[in-house]
């Protein structure tokens, strides 16, 4: 099957710092996206990007699809930034999405 | 309701016991997924629906395992014989479209089997 990569897979930030998370993947996708799984587990849609560049406020994530890589950006980190980031890809073959694996954020004071 | 929820959020079982899982898509949604998460790993998938039909099981990881969405909307995940290894989180998805849909999770349950 698929295999989704990320690094790097723990990052400590200072609050206002900037990052990048990256996600690389083994074959083609029909699917990309981002998730933040916050400190209660909820996971939270960021991006949907199986392609091209997105921005939502701090937050912008780029997937160049013919090079099997994902990129998020973090710009201005704040505490509630802490967590763990997930890509998570749906190969062609399937409606499913296999989940990379992870980078756990701490973002301090 | 405004996104996918799931009951119950924790369930302690003793080993040995039945479970069901509970998940209400979004209004509308006709995919429907079930993932599993261990501890400090990412989800993994179990199952997935598109309407009432259930389209792959590949990820179920034994017999005890069985899923159901009989109108195409709830689904509920039964685990039979609940062991410890089976103790993980349970996040159900859903999404508005078959391939390539963006899909959206509930807050999981916890099952503890002890």
């Known amino acids: 099957g698929i295999q989704v990569e990320q690094s790097p897979p723990d990052l400590i930030l200072q609050e206002g710092a900037n990052s990048t998370l990256r996600c690389n993947f083994s074959?083609?996708?029909?699917?990309l996206q981002w998730f933040h799984q916050n400190p209660w587990g909820q996971l939270i849609n960021l991006f949907y990007?199986?392609?091209g560049t997105k921005q939502n406020g701090r937050l912008s994530a780029t997937t160049v699809a013919t090079e099997r890589y994902s990129l998020l950006y973090i710009s201005s980190s704040q505490t509630t930034d802490s967590g763990v980031y997930f890509c998570?890809?749906?190969?062609?073959?399937?409606?499913?999405?296999?989940f990379g694996t992870g980078t756990r954020l701490q973002v301090t004071l | 309701g405004a996104g996918v929820s799931q009951s119950p959020r924790y369930k302690v079982a003793k080993r040995g016991q039945d479970v069901a899982l509970r998940c209400d898509p979004i209004?509308?949604?006709?995919?429907l997924f079930w993932y599993q998460q261990a501890l400090g790993q990412g989800p993994e998938f179990l199952t997935y629906?598109?309407?009432?039909?259930?389209?792959?099981k590949s990820g179920l990881p034994s017999d005890r395992f069985f899923a159901e969405r009989p109108e195409g909307s709830v689904s509920t995940l039964k685990i039979q014989r609940t062991q410890q290894e089976d103790s993980a989180v349970y996040l159900c998805?859903?999404?508005?479209?078959?391939?390539?849909?963006?899909?959206?999770f509930g807050p999981g349950t916890r099952l503890t089997v002890t």
């Open positions: 998805a859903s999404s508005s479209g078959p391939t390539a849909y963006e899909q959206y």
């Open positions: 074959d083609s996708v029909n699917n």
């Open positions: 990007i199986p392609s």
């Open positions: 998570a890809v749906e190969p062609g073959t399937a409606s499913k999405l296999t």
């Open positions: 209004s509308g949604h006709v995919s």
């Open positions: 629906f598109q309407n009432e039909a259930q389209l792959d």
